[in-house]
């Protein structure tokens, strides 16, 4: 069965931790996103990355890091730097296909703060 | 600057038609999409449109684009229960990402 997984479901965090949020997709997609998404304030892109071993910053990267060292994986690390890291976190890669960019997302990671 | 506006709520009866109205603000979009959100989940394609076009038409879905006012609507025929969600308009300027709009929340009522 093909598509993206997200881990863990529910998380949280405690004052000064970091905390890494898993994605993993088997759909072969070249590019992956992560977008947090906040009550009332849509999807807001945080990091992205075309190929594997790179990746640029989104909107609102600050106090967030990421990697991609394999094609299928794209964790997030939540830093302590990140003050209100409350929310919904989503995961998408995506597909080009005839110019139209296709994104398949995650079932997402809810974020809290103890 | 990219912003997609949308408007936070709208609530139809079942078996109505319901209207989302979506207004973006590039110009150059190739692709303008509906995606749909269930509580607790991730997004889901519903449709999408080519800016070439003005209507597309995909069962009870239909999306107008009217690209001189920059407005994408999505109409749902014979609105349903489980059509209650929440629903996002993205546009694809050709620049790293989708750039997605607040959301509407569709509330059906039976």
């Known amino acids: 069965d093909g598509g993206i997984t997200q881990s863990p479901k529910y998380l949280f965090r405690k004052e000064g931790q970091n905390v890494t949020l898993s994605c993993e997709q088997n759909l072969n997609h070249d590019a992956m996103y992560w977008y947090r998404q906040d009550p009332g304030q849509g999807l807001r892109l945080i990091y992205y990355s075309q190929i594997v071993n790179d990746f640029q910053k989104g909107d609102i990267a600050e106090g967030y890091s990421v990697s991609r060292e394999k094609k299928e994986s794209f964790p997030l690390t939540v830093t302590s730097a990140q003050k209100n890291p409350t929310a919904f976190y989503l995961c998408?890669?995506?597909?080009?296909?005839?110019?139209?960019?296709?994104?398949?997302f995650g079932s997402g990671t809810q974020l809290s703060v103890l | 600057g990219e912003d997609v506006e949308q408007s936070l709520f709208l609530s139809v009866r079942e078996g109505d038609s319901s209207v989302i109205n979506c207004t973006y603000t590039d110009s150059s979009s190739t692709y303008l999409y509906w995606y749909k959100q269930e509580p607790g989940a991730g997004l889901q394609l519903l449709t999408y449109i080519f800016s070439n076009m003005d209507m597309k038409q995909d069962q009870r879905l239909t999306v107008l684009l009217n690209k001189k006012d920059k407005h994408l609507s999505l109409r749902i025929a014979d609105t349903q229960t489980g059509d209650s969600a929440i629903y996002f308009c993205a546009e694809d300027t050709g620049r790293r990402a989708l750039t997605f709009g607040s959301g509407t929340r569709l509330q059906v009522q039976p």
């Open positions: 998408a890669s995506s597909i080009v296909e005839a110019g139209n960019e296709k994104l398949f």
